[in-house]
């Protein structure tokens, strides 16, 4: 070894280093011939396994399942609760005065509840249509849907005259019939939370606003905190942004797009005071609807 050069040296070691890999080879392969069938098959499937998690070969019956994060935006949700709920609501229109001279006059908004045409709103706004008799005008009334579409309304006869909520119906004639009305998802008005984020839609031409839920009063008393059992029921929700327009009937949405509130003369003065979805279904109930 002392009489090798530094080259005679390396090429040794390079070869060492060959013999023994083959070697190494040749006894691992033994070793695996030797071995119980279970030991290989166990091998087997780890490595079918994993390459099933990285790719899926053309001869792969089973599909590779992968996991996917998906971040998802404030604004996507704001936009799709939007455009979930811009079909459903209305602007109704009353047309004030004689058939010779009458003018038109935007009321307030309604909300869509199913595939008839059926349309909630606030009560004091077919109250601004009256007769000389002060009882609402029959048909006195028309919906103008986001789409530009306008149709006639008439209202329920089974309205209760002391009702918060009261029910329209479009009318329908040879050339509207096959209308298409997109009913609008009532939420369960209890999951209602302080501080998450809301939309508001209202206004003859539908606008939009963002905010919070500021405040909850639960049975008349204002809450900051989760209430008990007894305090459950939500009797109106606050937000830090106003309906568009100042409009009665306008809706309170949350970010999955379904209404939780809505605006109407029996929640206060203020435009950003809303009284839950619940009576929506409340004056169903009552008005046998």
Known sequence: MESLTKQQIVLLTLLVSFITSIATGIITVALMDQAPPGVTQTINRVVEHTIEKVTQGSNQSAAVVTKETVV????????AAIEKNVKSLVSIIGIVGTPE???EVFLGNGLILDKTGLIATDAAVIKNVLDVNFNPIPESFKATFPDGTTLALSL???NAPDATIVFLK???DDKTK????TPAAIA????VKLGQSIVILGGEKIAVATGIVSNISYDGAVGTTTPSKQESKISTIKTDASVPNKALGGILVNLSGDVVGIH???AGTLDNVFL??????????SSKI
Do not use: G, Q
């Open 72 to 79: 998802v935006k404030e604004d996507d949700l704001v936009v």
């Open 178 to 181: 096959n209308s298409v009305f």
């Open 276 to 285: 839950p979805s619940a009576v929506i279904s409340s004056a169903k109930v």
């Open 101 to 103: 001279n009458y003018r």
């Open 170 to 172: 479009a009318i329908l």
């Open 264 to 266: 109407v003369t029996a």
């Open 156 to 158: 329920n006869p089974s």
């Open 188 to 191: 369960d008005s209890s999951s």
